[in-house]
């Protein structure tokens, strides 16, 4: 019979501990609003969580490459702008240039113009942001063009490191998706007439030939002109296009991550309403256990005397 009692009674103190332990834990809860604190809580729970807080981690991820590539390309669309604006005002001189009225005084003013957009295109081309040159490839780190002057500092050529620059860099805004952050080199590039073949060289011929030569000639610098503003404008709509890409993609993955982080906090977070009822019936269950415990006690001791 001692025996029988004995475990009632070890059982009753048990659950004594069991409620307690169940009370103290929805105390806790109430008090960081999480439902799961480690993996005994809900196993099942805490596995989907694994798996949630591995999607959350790619969502914010790919929603960091994006941002830093919308502001890349954002300034590379703000220097292919005024890229577009000084081939405008460079074709502006070599149309002014090709009057054959002008004087060589005034050809060789609108020269000196011209060398001043030459040197501003120089400078846009090895504009930075966040710490890369924006037309640098895959030298981010190392200035894309070197001007090479004479010895009246005149600016003679343009040079740059070409396999470089027309290395793509790529930035992942998916799975198996990646999109450009800068333009390549081939923008700066062309197949124009007299050797020109880089867009700083259209504009060194225009200025040499307002200098030494006839309005002809002048003249004949516009289509070399014209094939670098073709290219700029083509470079922008490709910025344009992939800036478009980026916002469809920011859209997406903040949908997901917001999605995610909806269902991480159902499954690990409380309810209000359901946590004051567990709260009520695990008190109710405690109270019941503290209240029968002790004639648990009194009747082992009792039988124990005896």
Partial sequence: MRVTQNTLFDRGLYELQRRFNEFAELQTGGATGKRIDSVDDDPAASSELVT????QKSSDQYLRNISAAKN?????????????????????????????????????????????????????????????????GARGNTQPFTAGTNADTSITSVSADWIAINTPVLRDIGPGEAIPTAITG???????????????????????????GTATDVTDALPNLDLAKANISAARADVGEWVNRLTSAADYWGTRSLQTTTRISEVQDWDAAALMLKYKQTESAYQTALSITPSLLNLSLINFIG
């Fill in 72 to 136: 890349q390309l954002a300034a590379t669309e703000q220097a292919l702008s005024r890229f577009d604006e000084l081939f405008s005002s460079a074709r502006a001189k070599a149309v002014a240039g090709g009057n054959g009225a002008l004087t060589d005084a005034e050809r060789a003013a609108l020269a000196d113009d011209v060398d001043q957009l030459l040197r501003e295109m120089v400078s846009v081309g090895n504009r930075q942001a966040d710490g890369r040159y924006l037309f640098g």
């Fill in 52 to 55: 949630l807080a591995s999607e």
């Fill in 186 to 212: 081939s923008t700066f590039q062309i197949s124009g007439s007299s050797g020109v073949n880089d867009i700083f060289s259209a504009v060194i011929q225009l200025r040499d030939n307002l200098r030494n």
